[in-house]
């Protein structure tokens, strides 16, 4: 299993940016694929983007197209999620997630990814 620890978030005026890191240990970071859900009070945690081993595939959820990239540095065993525009419906708790086990990158559910961060709060403020 891989261990995964969160940070970057914080509290942001709307409009603003911020940029998540995400830092893997315990496997090859290289051979597997990640991403970011986030999860509002009282909502479902929902994914946000996703990226592949190589780095050279990335996916989104609509709401966040052309606000947020994901990028990731193989030789630092990091996922980043730069976010920027954002609006206060951003607000949620920012989850990584390693090793997708799932057939599709339309909208991947939690259940499919195997190791999980803490998560780290972005609070957007209107």
């Known amino acids: 299993q891989v261990q995964l620890v969160e940070s970057g978030g914080g509290l942001v005026q709307a409009g603003g940016s911020l940029r998540l890191s995400c830092a893997a240990s315990g496997r090859t970071f290289s051979s597997y694929s990640m991403a970011w859900f986030r999860q509002a009070p009282g909502k479902e945690r929902e994914f946000v983007a996703g990226i592949n081993r190589s780095g050279g595939r990335t996916y989104f959820r609509d709401s966040v197209k052309g606000r947020f990239t994901i990028s990731r540095d193989n030789a630092k065993n990091t996922v980043y999620l730069q976010m920027n525009s954002l609006k206060p419906e951003d607000t949620a708790i920012y989850y990584c997630?390693?090793?997708?086990?799932?057939?599709?990158?339309?909208?991947?559910?939690?259940?499919?990814?195997?190791?999980w961060g803490q998560g780290t709060q972005v609070t957007v403020s209107s």
């Open positions: 997630a390693a090793e997708y086990y799932g057939s599709t990158w339309n909208n991947p559910r939690p259940v499919d990814f195997r190791s």
